[in-house]
């Protein structure tokens, strides 16, 4: 009785939510979770806890019985930080208050974003490895995925040739996201460029994730939504979870053009109503008076970031630096392990965690991410760990 | 790259010559040699290690004291305070803007042990013209350590 039950209740799913595969990091974390004494490398997030200040204004906003709903657009006072950081930082010129949509966190500024422009079976292009979540996001609105994948030996940078044999009749979006989760990987002007042309000779909207684009170690930062020609046909989406070190307050926003904001409103407004007001007070401390925080922690991350690259090194594991995020994306293909094999047994060896790389795609097969988002004690005890693994294969 | 590797000694006096080569990109002798350097020049004054007293249970009291001094012609404060700084129980000193003079931190294992240590030793030092004691009653945060660490919230293992 009970087993009919379950076939009827599993009917009610939707086919598309269905045929949804399983996340590989899903997968693997439930492995992780059951051990003890694991030293983490597998951690998506800042190990700092939200600077004390911004946390001090969330808690005054609270005192202060700001507790209700903001405007959907989040609010003003917001959006007009917002739009001053994006012009300082990427020089692109956004209207505050009807250019700027704050959301909770870039996840579902991807989602609705997605929805917004997304017609059935239009192809989405996105390069890999890439974060997670792109590909389902895709499925979700009845969009297909087109991943273009992207090579360890060049750095893990989206080329114009390799975009262009991925364009049919079909193609509508590009999702770009430098500094790349899970690789590291960056793309200064030079290269920004030669994707913003194709963009325009194929009339393709980018949607840039630019959530890591404050951890950038070695050239300053670039947009693609500053090219010209380019902002009128991207969606900027930025958030406050990896520069401030926020990820549990859930607020991003999405900059576009007036049309693309008013469309992603739409939904916005039925599906979230609006961004936590507690969280946006937050933010808007976090952009007024967290500058330094900010750059204090990404001096951290850049230390970090070459002492694991040092010590792979020093092992003998093949790892392109990476100049931005915070993770390092090594090659491990060389011990005869495919990823998720390194990635198990060294996990159950020496109890380090790394996600295997093709849980971000095919691509990312070969690899591991490892995330050096994590203290420089814990980051001492895995490279020692990593070490005797290495060699005891 | 000497405030480089100050800082992190600065934050962590613990950290092994060889991390700081990789997180500098520097050679284990050259942060060495650089550390060597630092210490000669008296850049680098002492290594020391921040205790919670009262897990430790040591029995130290504590005071802060605000002090008058007179200046002198030549030295100005000077020798005064360098003769106050002197003192084994005194901790810390400073020269302070305002209302008085030298900020003089001091500790001693009983209440007594400190009041006797200004009553008897630092007010009567010819051109300290007064003092004014505060016994600390509780220690919230030392040299940049919260006393009460924050209980690390549980963190995903791995996550996107």
């Given at each position: 009785?009970?087993?009919?039950?379950?076939?009827?209740?599993?009917?009610?799913?939707?086919?598309?939510?269905?045929?949804?595969?399983?996340?590989?990091?899903?997968?693997?974390?439930?492995?992780?979770?059951?051990?003890?004494?694991?030293?983490?490398?597998?951690?998506?997030?800042?190990?700092?806890?939200?600077?004390?200040?911004?946390?001090?204004?969330?808690?005054?906003?609270?005192?202060?019985?700001k507790t209700g709903y903001t405007s959907n657009l989040g609010l003003?006072?917001?959006?007009?930080?917002?739009?001053?950081?994006?012009?300082?930082?990427?020089?692109?010129?956004?209207?505050?208050?009807?250019?700027?949509?704050?959301?909770?966190?870039?996840?579902?500024?991807?989602?609705?974003?997605?929805?917004?422009?997304?017609?059935?079976?239009?192809?989405?292009?996105?390069?890999?490895?890439?974060?997670?979540?792109?590909?389902?996001?895709?499925?979700?609105?009845?969009?297909?995925?087109?991943?273009?994948?992207?090579?360890?030996?060049?750095?893990?940078?989206?080329?114009?040739?390799?975009?262009?044999?991925?364009?049919?009749?079909?193609?509508?979006?590009?999702?770009?996201?430098?500094?790349?989760?899970?690789?590291?990987?960056?793309?200064?002007?030079?290269?920004?460029?030669?994707?913003?042309?194709?963009?325009?000779?194929?009339?393709?909207?980018?949607?840039?994730?630019?959530?890591?684009?404050?951890?950038?170690?070695?050239?300053?930062?670039?947009?693609?939504?500053?090219?010209?020609?380019?902002?009128?046909?991207?969606?900027?989406?930025?958030?406050?979870?990896?520069?401030?070190?926020?990820?549990?307050?859930?607020?991003?926003?999405?900059?576009?053009?007036?049309?693309?904001?008013?469309?992603?409103?739409?939904?916005?407004q039925?599906?979230m109503l609006c961004a936590p007001i507690?969280?946006q007070?937050?933010?808007?401390?976090?952009?007024?008076?967290?500058?330094?925080?900010?750059?204090?922690?990404?001096?951290?991350?850049?230390?970090?970031?070459?002492?694991?690259?040092?010590?792979?090194?020093?092992?003998?594991?093949?790892?392109?630096?990476?100049?931005?995020?915070?993770?390092?994306?090594?090659?491990?293909?060389?011990?005869?392990?495919?990823?998720?094999?390194?990635?198990?047994?060294?996990?159950?060896?020496?109890?380090?965690?790394?996600?295997?790389?093709?849980?971000?795609?095919?691509?990312?097969?070969?690899?591991?991410?490892?995330?050096?988002?994590?203290?420089?004690?814990?980051?001492?005890?895995?490279?020692?760990?990593?070490?005797?693994?290495?060699?005891?294969? | 790259?000497?405030?480089?590797?100050?800082?992190?000694?600065?934050?962590?006096?613990?950290?092994?010559?060889?991390?700081?080569?990789?997180?500098?990109?520097?050679?284990?002798?050259?942060?060495?040699?650089?550390?060597?350097?630092?210490?000669?020049?008296?850049?680098?004054?002492?290594?020391?290690?921040?205790?919670?007293?009262?897990?430790?249970?040591?029995?130290?009291?504590?005071?802060?004291?605000?002090?008058?001094?007179?200046?002198?012609?030549?030295?100005?404060?000077?020798?005064?305070?360098?003769?106050?700084?002197?003192?084994?129980?005194?901790?810390?000193?400073?020269?302070?803007?305002?209302?008085?003079?030298?900020?003089?931190?001091?500790?001693?294992?009983?209440?007594?042990?400190?009041?006797?240590?200004?009553?008897?030793?630092?007010?009567?030092?010819?051109?300290?013209?007064?003092?004014?004691?505060?016994?600390?009653?509780?220690?919230?945060?030392?040299?940049?350590?919260?006393?009460?660490?924050?209980?690390?919230?549980?963190?995903?293992?791995?996550?996107?």
């Amino acid at each position: 009785m009970s087993v009919k039950r379950n076939a009827v209740v599993t009917d009610f799913v939707a086919n598309h939510v269905r045929s949804i595969p399983r996340s590989g990091i899903r997968d693997f974390f439930e492995i992780v979770q059951s051990m003890t004494d694991v030293v983490s490398l597998g951690i998506g997030e800042p190990d700092f806890a939200t600077p004390w200040h911004i946390r001090e204004a969330a808690i005054y906003a609270l005192e202060k019985g700001k507790t209700g709903y903001t405007s959907n657009l989040g609010l003003p006072r917001l959006r007009k930080s917002i739009a001053r950081y994006v012009r300082q930082n990427y020089h692109v010129e956004y209207d505050a208050l009807s250019e700027v949509l704050v959301a909770v966190g870039v996840s579902e500024a991807m989602d609705i974003a997605l929805r917004a422009v997304i017609n059935p079976g239009d192809e989405v292009l996105y390069h890999s490895p890439c974060y997670v979540s792109y590909n389902p996001s895709i499925l979700l609105v009845h969009g297909k995925p087109v991943e273009i994948p992207t090579l360890a030996e060049d750095h893990f940078k989206l080329r114009p040739e390799a975009l262009k044999a991925k364009i049919t009749a079909k193609s509508k979006v590009l999702i770009l996201n430098f500094p790349t989760n899970p690789t590291g990987a960056v793309m200064n002007q030079q290269e920004l460029l030669a994707i913003a042309e194709v963009c325009q000779q194929h009339d393709l909207l980018v949607i840039t994730d630019e959530i890591y684009s404050e951890l950038s170690y070695g050239e300053t930062h670039c947009s693609i939504a500053s090219l010209p020609g380019m902002r009128e046909r991207c969606i900027f989406l930025h958030g406050f979870s990896k520069a401030f070190a926020m990820t549990g307050f859930r607020v991003g926003y999405a900059c576009a053009p007036v049309a693309l904001i008013e469309a992603m409103m739409r939904i916005h407004q039925y599906a979230m109503l609006c961004a936590p007001i507690i969280s946006q007070e937050a933010a808007i401390e976090a952009l007024e008076n967290g500058q330094s925080d900010m750059e204090q922690m990404r001096e951290q991350y850049q230390l970090r970031r070459n002492f694991l690259l040092n010590s792979f090194r020093e092992i003998g594991i093949p790892c392109f630096n990476a100049q931005g995020a915070f993770y390092l994306f090594p090659r491990i293909d060389q011990t005869g392990l495919n990823s998720r094999e390194f990635a198990v047994r060294l996990l159950e060896e020496q109890k380090v965690a790394v996600v295997p790389g093709n849980a971000f795609g095919a691509s990312g097969e070969g690899h591991v991410r490892c995330s050096y988002a994590t203290g420089m004690d814990q980051l001492e005890v895995a490279v020692e760990r990593i070490g005797k693994f290495v060699r005891s294969l | 790259m000497d405030q480089q590797l100050l800082k992190l000694l600065e934050e962590n006096a613990l950290v092994s010559p060889e991390t700081l080569a990789k997180q500098l990109n520097l050679s284990v002798d050259q942060v060495k040699s650089r550390i060597k350097h630092l210490e000669e020049a008296k850049i680098i004054l002492a290594y020391k290690a921040i205790i919670d007293d009262d897990k430790a249970e040591f029995q130290t009291v504590k005071a802060v004291i605000e002090v008058r001094i007179t200046p002198e012609r030549g030295g100005g404060f000077n020798r005064l305070s360098d003769r106050i700084a002197r003192y084994p129980e005194v901790t810390s000193c400073f020269l302070m803007s305002g209302g008085y003079d030298l900020l003089v931190f001091v500790e001693g294992r009983t209440l007594k042990e400190v009041a006797m240590f200004v009553s008897e030793k630092l007010s009567t030092i010819q051109g300290v013209l007064s003092t004014a004691t505060h016994f600390t009653l509780k220690t919230y945060k030392e040299q940049g350590v919260m006393i009460d660490q924050e209980i690390a919230e549980e963190r995903l293992k791995v996550s996107p």
